[in-house]
């Protein structure tokens, strides 16, 4: 689905440019991952051979996303999930139908559990964000964002495994090279950020965080994504918890907008100073799927982010 740029006055004036927010947070399974699924499993279904299933590893967004749109195609799926995936977003998985692994303590387990699955049942793995088809949907974004806000000088990109980032810095650089990509992850366990400072994918342990759905490797093997970010994005910042936070009370509050922590972190980084802005610019709100405990510390304006 086609997803507005909302101006927000309030941000407009925190920052001294205007700003507008890509709410990826209306797809229908609450987080733009729907893009780049719908992508990888349509090109899968135009092979010769029949498709037996797919499945893949998610952190809760991305495996939501490929099982509502295989659910739609009728087609078997299997969603790989770690021991750290919060269980708002395992129940959510349950709800749609697909089977459900869940196990390991990092998305790279979930990871190695869903390729042992793709060989040994014959199935289409649909990678989260290591794969051209997944990139290419994402990259959708970055059309509409220039489309609808042409007159745009920086985006604003969440960033975890990179698919994302890579999509959208592809399309806008594609076409304005001009524009300034900015990936922004949170402070404990950013593997692309390190990767990106080692000169070369590595890996880390996953840190608790409010933008759960960054946590995660890139894969030391990492094809796509990795050099993409490394050679089309301008700059990746990092922010603590507390910015994270700031940005979803600050949706909230302004415009009555539930983000979780990965849909807002874009923003936090606008309202902490981690990314300075002199023209018109747009964040990428990337999902609304907040845990109902964040939901209420929300909505009784807490200032901290709730244990």
């Known amino acids: 689905m086609r997803t507005p740029v909302m101006p927000s006055a309030p941000l407009s004036e925190q920052v001294g440019a205007p700003v507008g927010c890509k709410l990826e947070g209306l797809q229908a399974t609450g987080s733009f991952k729907v893009r780049g699924a719908a992508s990888r499993i349509l090109a899968a279904t135009s092979a010769p051979e029949p498709l037996a299933g797919v499945v893949t590893a998610?952190?809760?967004?991305?495996?939501?996303?490929?099982a509502h749109i295989a659910r739609q195609l009728d087609i078997p799926a299997i969603v790989c999930v770690s021991d750290n995936v919060p269980d708002g977003k395992v129940a959510a998985l349950r709800q749609l139908g697909c089977e459900l692994v869940v196990g390991g303590d990092s998305q790279a387990a979930a990871l190695v559990t869903a390729a042992d699955l793709a060989a040994t049942r014959n199935l289409v793995l649909v990678h989260p964000f290591d794969d051209p088809e997944v990139i290419a949907g994402q990259g959708t974004i970055g059309l509409e964002v220039l489309d609808q806000a042409p007159e745009t000088t920086t985006v604003v990109v969440p960033l975890s495994g990179g698919g994302l980032l890579a999509g959208i810095a592809v399309a806008v650089k594609g076409l304005r090279d001009d524009v300034r990509v900015v990936?922004?992850?949170?402070?404990?366990?950013?593997?692309?950020?390190?990767?990106?400072?080692?000169?070369?994918?590595?890996?880390?342990?996953?840190?608790?965080?409010?933008?759960?759905s960054l946590q995660g490797g890139i894969g030391l093997d990492n094809v796509h994504s990795w050099p993409l970010v490394r050679d089309l994005v301008d700059e990746v910042v990092l922010v603590d918890e507390q910015s994270i936070w700031d940005g979803m009370r600050f949706a909230m509050d302004h415009h009555r907008l539930v983000l979780e922590g990965a849909g807002a972190i874009a923003m936090g980084a606008l309202l902490s100073g981690a990314v300075e802005v002199d023209g018109p610019t747009v964040t990428i709100c990337s999902g609304s799927n907040a845990e109902l405990a964040q939901v209420e510390a929300l909505a009784r304006r807490d200032t901290s982010p709730p244990p």
């Open 58 to 66: 998610s952190t809760g967004n991305h495996g939501r996303a490929m």
């Open 183 to 212: 990936g922004v992850s949170m402070e404990g366990g950013a593997v692309m950020a390190a990767s990106l400072a080692a000169g070369h994918p590595v890996d880390l342990p996953e840190t608790r965080s409010l933008a759960d």
